[in-house]
Every structure is written in C-alpha cells, then in structure tokens.
C-alpha cells in the first residue's frame, strides 16, 4: 500500500491483517512531488508484485475557469504528478517484472471525465484522457506477453472525493462497484467497470453527439461553480459578521 499518510496506512493494514490474515507492507509518499520514486523503488525491492492498481488521483476542488483556478501554476503541476507522473513511473518500477514472469495485471483508474471533454474540469478531465490513452497504447505493447493492462473509467462513485454521501445505483458504494469491476479483468481493456456506468458511458460516447455531452457538461459545471462561489461568500459575510461583534 502505497498513499500520503502512513497513519492511514497503518489503519488499513492493521484492518487487512485483522480479516484476511495478511501482513501488508506500507510506503508513505506524497504523489505530488516528483522526488519520491527511488523511496519506492527501494520499498519494493524484492517484491513480487502481481497486481498494480494505480488509483491515486486529485480532482478540482470546485469547477473552475481555467485562468481563475486558484494558484494556478501549482495547481497544474500537482494534478500531473498525482494524476499522470505517478501512473507511469509506477508501471515503470513494476512491469519489467512482469514482462520477466509473463503475467500480471495493471488497473489504471481513469474516469468517465476522460472520455470527452469536460469543460471547468478541463484540466482533470485531460489527465484522466491520457490515463485512458496510456493503459490501452500498453495493452497492445504488452498483450502477448501474458499481461493484462485496462483502463477503468468509472463514473460517480460515492466516495470522499466526490462528495456523495447516499449511494444510488448509478452512484455505487466504492464495494459495490469494485466488486463489479473486477469481473471484467481480462475481459475488457476498456471498462465503465459497472453496468449502469457502462450504460451510461455508450449513451454519451455513442448516442448523444459530442458537442451536446460537452456543452451540457460545461453548463451543469457552471451552475456548480455558480452554487459554491454564493455559498463561499455566505460564509465570509457570516465570518466577517461575527468578527465585527467581537
């Protein structure tokens, strides 16, 4: 387990050992600095590795004009690093081992945000594209030698991320879907990984046009921006408000 907070980290392999009776080796880095690599190339010296999962990801904090992301030049250095950077440097430390054994399994976790362009998301939703691109361009380097590399573009998934609190069925559990996830490995290089995403995904790739998933994209986006900017400053002319009382 690879992740920022080793506390995190000890929580969830205290948890794995409890129920699987597994022991769980744990590496804590920041996938936002492009220095930590040779710290995890040492951890896993020695290591079989038989499956990679690259999930690590960093999202907008609210759907956003590009030139008015905030702090913007370290905005888009961090979202390659966590988003991009990390997706191949750490197939670049695990699959030579697997090419060596001729078996192994790479998930590389893209998003439904990367299939088309999504505007106000439009640097996250370029990421998640060349996660895409990347895992299906290695598939068919790498297919014949017994190892298996897919894409998974998700959509909403009720995580900590995405803010969605009350699952649905077409917002999963994180169980629910991986569970229907990874019945597709080694069936699809490609996958919505559940089947009302896969739905979801054949409507506004192949349906609908393009430019009207775009432009409906862009439009719900704003509304969103427009909700969060009002609630932002609700909440300085209430801190404002209550600073002036003291």
């Known amino acids: 387990l690879i992740s920022r907070s080793q506390e995190k980290l000890a929580d969830v392999a205290a948890t794995l050992k409890e129920l699987y009776s597994v022991e769980t080796k744990t590496i804590a880095v920041d996938f936002g600095r492009s220095d930590i690599y040779s710290k995890i190339e040492e951890g896993l010296a020695g290591l079989e590795i038989g499956v990679l999962v690259n999930n690590v990801g960093v999202s907008y904090s609210y759907p956003e004009y590009y030139l008015h992301i ?73 297919r014949r030698q017994g190892i298996i590399i897919q894409s998974v573009l998700p959509f909403f998934v009720a995580t900590k991320m995405t803010r969605i609190r009350k699952p649905t069925l077409d917002k999963p559990t994180p169980e629910r879907y991986v569970a229907a996830e990874l019945s597709t490995v080694g069936l699809q290089s490609q996958t919505n990984g559940y089947f009302p995403h896969a739905v979801m995904g054949w409507v506004t790739t ?21 909700g969060y900017l009002q609630r932002r400053r609700l909440r300085e002319q209430r801190n404002g408000a209550g600073l002036k009382s003291e």
């Open 206 to 226: 192949k349906l609908v046009p393009s430019s009207i998933v775009i432009f409906l994209g862009a439009r719900m986006n704003r509304l969103q921006r427009t």
């Open 70 to 142: 905030p702090d913007l030049e370290n905005f888009i250095t961090n979202m390659i690093h966590v988003n991009v950077t990390s997706v191949c440097q750490m197939t670049r430390l695990v699959l030579p081992r697997m090419a060596d054994r001729s078996r192994g399994v790479i998930l590389n976790i893209s998003s439904a945000s990367g299939m088309y362009p999504v505007p106000l998301l439009t640097v996250y939703s370029a990421t998640k594209a060349f996660v895409d691109f990347f895992s299906r361009g290695l598939q068919e380097e790498y």
